[in-house]
């Protein structure tokens, strides 16, 4: 048999999986709320439906699931300050939300006006797998812009991929 991997091991071997940078967003009865995360994903398209991962132990967790609702906005290379600001930098929400331009989806969750996409869902499930909630979203609204280069994380920094001209495959 083998032996398990440890918390550190996998930690680092994570940290070595690129995942692009994510504003998570919440607005609702139970107040507004927002953190970083890079754990999100697409689950389905039939319904769109996509996951985020918070940890239990944020204070945020019953605003989050209280409100019954989330908006993903996924972040340009531009957005560092802001990315640190929500990832526990400026504790302050209202601080937190000034420090860009918002607007509001149908559902009253906050979008980023500049973000490359958001993603505006319901909640329609909450998974907890060890120290996380897996949050399930339909996906209720998208914004899209076409230009913008992602916040990416990787190695447990931010980087910059420059984009090339031309096709895939070439």
């Known amino acids: 048999m083998s032996t398990p991997v440890s918390k550190t091991e ?3 071997a994570m940290a070595r999986v690129c995942a692009p940078v994510n504003v998570i967003t919440t607005n609702g009865p139970a107040g507004r709320g927002g953190f970083t995360a ?6 389905t398209d039939e319904p769109p439906t996509l996951l985020v991962c918070m940890n239990t132990r944020s204070a ?3 605003l989050f699931t209280e409100n019954g609702r989330f908006c993903v906005n996924v ?10 600001r929500f990832a526990g930098g400026e504790q302050d929400m209202v601080s ?9 989806m149908a559902s009253g969750n906050q979008a980023l006006a500049d973000a490359i996409v958001s993603f505006d869902c319901q909640i329609t499930d ?4 060890g120290t996380h909630n897996v949050l399930m979203g339909q996906v209720s609204d998208i914004r899209c812009r076409r230009d913008g280069h992602a916040l990416l994380y990787f190695d447990r920094n931010y980087v910059h991929v420059p984009t090339q001209a031309g096709s895939f495959g070439g």
Request: hydrophobic share 45%.
């Open 38 to 43: 890079t754990a999100m994903c697409s689950v």
């Open 10 to 12: 996998f930690r680092d």
């Open 126 to 129: 909450v998974h907890r797998v």
């Open 60 to 62: 945020q967790t019953a």
């Open 75 to 84: 972040l340009t290379q531009e957005h560092k300050d802001l990315a640190a």
């Open 96 to 104: 937190r939300y000034a420090a860009a331009d918002w607007f509001e």
